[in-house]
């Protein structure tokens, strides 16, 4: 998946019982902090449904309880953005992760992780996206 499309998946598009995630659109982040919205997907083949794995779907189900329990802890405090409320990626105030954040957290731990002296390539979220099978 595409970073916006990860950023913009809703719990609507997560399918536990059929195992499966549907791609149906993208975060779009407006400039001069117009806010942010999901929209379609980049291209008419980026609406897909992808398999879910074992490990991705425990994660995801241990996310949605972490959620479910900040939102309930939050209470008045948790403001997600507007059309946005349905994000598997928030922050702890219900708030949808950034992109840009996302970016920045993934150079911090390869710096983490050549610090700790291991040889690590730079990464950036289209490094775990799944070439056309």
Known sequence: MRCGE??????SDIDFKNKT????????YVRGGKGRFK??????SSSRE??????????LKSRRRQQM?????M???????????????????GTTFRDTAVRVDMKKIVSQIRA????FEDITPHTFRNPKV
Not at 39 to 44: H, S
Not at 116 to 119: F, I, P, R, S, T
């Open 69 to 73: 329990e900040t939102k309930l802890l």
């Open 75 to 93: 209470g008045k405090r948790w403001v997600p953005d507007t059309g946005l409320e349905n994000t598997v990626f928030t922050y702890e105030t």
């Open 39 to 44: 929209d379609t997907p980049k291209t008419g």
């Open 116 to 119: 700790a002296g291991v040889e």
């Open 21 to 28: 995630i549907k791609v149906s659109g993208t975060l779009v």
């Open 6 to 11: 990860r950023l913009g998946l809703e719990w």
């Open 50 to 59: 992808i398999p879910m794995i074992d490990h991705v779907e425990a994660v």
